[in-house]
């Protein structure tokens, strides 16, 4: 349990992934460990601190989920209630599901809706609201509590129905419901805060292969719900701990029932062909290691990566905060997490091993998917199978904000069961699926999101 072997492979690791900036947290044994390595940016360098803030990315709807539940346990909401109860000028173009839709299913990715939309509604403080009404041109890709499908827009509308119970801006009402009472005093959603701190920037890798700073350092204030959250790893580990506790802050303030936050880590659905996850409670990644239950959750900005993974069952913690893009601070922190599950509870997560290459298998899949940001091409040589994933041209036309770079092609395993793995480059461990129609593969998930297949030229 020694600070200096954490402090050691953190440092090992951060250099062979190259990563800028890390700051890594252990719960264990009752103890704090904290390892902290390199600089917050490579134009701009401070040294990494416990305290530096990294953008949480998606780490951050733990805040909104917890947010919402809070609510729910004073008797403000109700998780089997629709949305339009408190959110009644929510329009969709399928009326019957703006109707349908519940709070439960923003919460545990149900609802149908798409993983992200492009829109633009400014930093005011109706961001939220107008980003809710854009929604009325947002098509849904499942009924209503049909599938699994992990979403952004569904956590942003879950940031909205915060605002109307609360009368304050989602940001305000998180920071008194959670940051305040749980004594966060390194985290917060608002840029003019953060500078004023010692902050990471993000980095991706430049044309001459080395770290370049990426301009755009967090998304848009209506995605603040979603993945716009900035803290410490100092922060996210007292945040764990919260989680792992009976719901009470430090100085004793019971913040949430106990059962509350254990409802929040049982299986509400499950998730199919997924490293993240093999379920979902609410907002949580529920995963099984090594016969151990995990629960978790990831976050990407850009050119930044968070992952914070409890174990409930043994009182235990990781926290990870890197500030490069998915070959370098993706992998990091996935290394991290492995091996403090390995060294500390003896805890090893093994990737399953792909099939023996069959041609017959890769041409089924071959081809380009979609959903509204991201495509994904699968593409054969005949001895093997690739995945690229790239941001859609129109999508990147239409901001003038710096997006990461698309990710080159790696090679892809096929698995039993219409499954499959990534087994190198940034995504790697990474596993996904196909879908089929009548026997046709028809779409695909990868990291929990839903891609359709594209028509193939010929078509």
Known sequence: MSQNTLAQFVDTTATKFGVPGVAVGVWVGGRELYACHGVTS?????????????VLGSVTKSFTATALMRLVAEGRVELDAPVSRYVPELVLPDERA??????????NHTAGLDWRMSAETGEGDDALAAYVAQMAESELIAPPGARASYSQVGYNLAGRIIEKVTGLTYEQAVASLLFEPLGLSHSSFATNDVMTR????????????????????????ANNPGGGGASSVVDQLRWARFHLGDGRA?????????????????QTVELRGSTLGDAF????FLRDVDGVRTVGHGGSANGQFAELLIVPERDFAVVALSNAGPDGGLAFNQAVVRWALEHYLGVVERDPEPLPFDEARAREVVGSYDNDLMTLIIATNGTGLTIECRIKPEIRAATDTELPPD???????????????????GLKGQRGFFTR?????????????LFKRAPAASE
């Open 42 to 54: 490579v134009e701009n360098p401070l040294p990494v601190d416990a305290d530096t803030m990294f």
């Open 98 to 107: 703006a109707a349908e839709i519940t709070v439960l299913q923003l919460l």
């Open 198 to 221: 010692r902050f990471a920037v993000g980095h991706n890798l430049g044309e001459d292969g080395t770290p370049a700073v990426a301009r755009q350092w967090k998304d848009t204030r």
């Open 250 to 266: 430090e100085d004793g303030a019971q913040v949430l029932p106990a059962e509350v936050l254990q409802q929040m880590k049982e």
């Open 281 to 284: 409670g609410i907002c949580w």
């Open 407 to 425: 990710l080159p092609p790696a090679d892809l395993g096929l698995l039993a069961g219409d499954e499959y793995i990534v087994t190198e480059g």
């Open 437 to 449: 129609d009548d026997g046709t593969v028809v779409g695909g998930g990868l990291a929990g999101r």
